[in-house]
């Protein structure tokens, strides 16, 4: 474990400002809509907030604004680099749920979205050897 990240109750935590966006449900395409999202991987579900204004100090007082947008569950799910055809941009990464929801998830620093294919990646493993 690192700082970033820790062990709790036999799940994964972390979370972080990343860039996303849906491009499926129940394996129908969706016009993609990048938005920073305030994003909290916890008991094997990825969350992705509406709220954007998240300073961590504030996050007590503020954590009742924080409104979930999305929420991915990771069992069974698939995480992979995406391609260059999904998107333009740098560092993107390609979450597949089982139920046929795509999300693609996106930060400029290597470090940042390394630490979270690592933590994605751990989670999904863990989940499908219990
Ligand atoms: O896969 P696409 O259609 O090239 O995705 C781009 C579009 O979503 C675009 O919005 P418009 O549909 O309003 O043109 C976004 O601004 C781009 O960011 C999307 O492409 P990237 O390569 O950034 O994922």
Redesign the pocket.
């Known amino acids: 474990s690192t700082d970033s990240h820790y062990h709790h109750q036999s799940s994964l935590e972390k979370a972080g400002i990343l860039n996303k966006t849906k491009v499926a449900e129940n394996g129908k395409r969706l016009?993609?809509n990048?938005a920073q999202s305030w994003t909290v991987l916890h008991d094997g579900m990825l969350t992705f907030h509406k709220d954007p204004k998240y300073t961590p100090a504030g996050m007590a007082t503020k954590s009742n604004q924080i409104v979930p947008e999305y929420t991915a569950e990771l069992k069974g799910a698939t995480l992979s680099w995406a391609s260059k055809e999904k998107?333009?941009?740098k560092n993107v990464l390609e979450l597949k749920t089982r139920h046929g929801s795509e999300y693609l998830i996106q930060y400029d620093t290597d470090t940042i979205i390394q630490d979270w294919h690592k933590i994605i990646s751990d989670t999904i493993r863990l989940l499908h050897d219990h």
């Open positions: 016009r993609k990048w998107s333009s941009k």
